[in-house]
């Protein structure tokens, strides 16, 4: 099996030192699992240090810096998915759970707390007893497109194969045992109108925010859970036409903070991106510096409404002032 550049994994809520470490700890469990070893299985890491080869990619998920998750994928021969545990910040690893996927399907881990938690590799499972045991949940229609809140409160949205590519948007206040269809409208420019992937952001409260592609920056927001949406304008950028024929086209994504924070990214057709916060519900807008390259907006994870990590291939960043300056951190991995 040939060596590889260690793929990015996305971490969640990750303490990033434990999550930088936790790549290449799964890893050589999994490596070790392969070779036959009982399950469950605790794996200690060990010099030298393996690389991910390019069949597998990780999904992973701290609560604590202790606390965490992973799921591996292997996409070669039969794609294969396995879920680990931890419990002592990545120094041993227990193998809690396996199944197969699509060839195409991405594989994502998310625990709200230490005992419930989602996983999506094609099929939705939940857990209620910090993994040891999970179930299939339902999705509307089986849509890849959904956000979780909580373990109660979720989203979904439901394209129609037609040719306006029709959709819909479906929430649901018990895990996903049961889901209804939200008496809403997409609002004007809204990504998730078009059948384009998932663009939402959800609170359990039912403060939602999307993004959107509209000739100036907009991003809308919902506080009664989808049924109604008001239109938000950022603070207007200046850029080059496109097509000569000045119009300019925007594409705005966002993501929640803790607390009340929300991060709105906005790009344009040229690969140029601005990066605004508000932590007034949209009110006001603040312009930050986007994390540094590599590191894009999915690769945030969030101490707190100020301190954030950014990390990917390796690069890690940190910014104590909720991002008006970012500082590349050592990527070291501890001694184990």
């Known amino acids: 099996m040939s060596e590889e550049p260690v793929p990015d994994a996305r971490a969640r809520r990750a ?9 290449v700890i799964v890893v050589a469990g999994l490596l070790y699992l392969r070779a036959g070893a ?8 060990a010099p030298p240090v393996p ?19 992973s799921v591996v994928v292997q996409r070669q021969g039969t794609p294969t998915f396995w879920v680990f545990a931890t419990r002592d910040g990545a120094r041993t690893w227990q193998k809690r759970f396996t199944g197969g996927l699509a060839q195409s399907e991405p594989a994502t881990i ?15 499972y939940r857990t209620t007893d910090a993994g040891a045991h999970w179930s299939v949940i339902s999705l509307p229609e089986g849509t890849p497109n959904f956000v979780f809140a909580s373990a109660t409160h979720g989203w979904a949205v ?13 929430s649901t206040v018990d895990g996903g045992l049961f889901w209804h269809r939200v008496d809403s409208s997409p609002p004007p420019g809204a990504l998730w109108g078009r059948a384009l992937p998932m663009t939402l952001g959800f609170r359990s409260d039912g403060e939602g925010w999307t993004g959107s592609e509209e000739s100036s920056p907009t991003v809308s927001t919902t506080r009664d859970g989808g049924t109604t949406w008001r239109t938000i304008a950022l603070p207007p ?23 009340n924070g929300v991060i709105a990214l906005v790009s344009d057709g040229f690969g140029d991106e601005w990066m605004f916060t508000s932590f007034d519900r949209g009110q ?53």
Do not use: C
């Not at 690389?51 to 810096?65: A, H, K, N, R, W």
């Open 51 to 69: 690389i991910l080869s390019g069949q597998y990619s990780v999904d992973y998920d701290f609560i604590s810096p202790s606390l965490g998750w």
């Open 38 to 45: 009982p399950t469950p299985s605790v794996l200690h890491a």
């Open 237 to 259: 950028i200046t850029t080059r036409p496109i097509g000569g024929k000045g119009f300019l086209a925007y594409n705005t994504s966002v993501v929640l903070m803790p607390g």
């Open 110 to 124: 998310h625990f709200f707390d230490r005992d419930h938690g989602i996983l999506y590799a094609g099929v939705m």
């Open 284 to 336: 006001s807008w603040r312009l930050i510096s986007p994390p540094p390259s590599p590191a894009q907006l999915s690769d945030l994870s969030f101490v707190d409404s100020r301190h954030w990590w950014a990390s990917r291939w390796g690069a890690l960043f940190k910014t104590s002032d909720a991002g008006q300056t970012w500082i590349p951190v050592a990527t070291v991995v501890p001694d184990m």
């Open 158 to 170: 439901v394209s129609e194969p037609d040719q306006q590519a029709t959709t819909h948007l479906y």
């Open 15 to 23: 303490i990033p030192l434990i999550a930088a470490a936790l790549a």
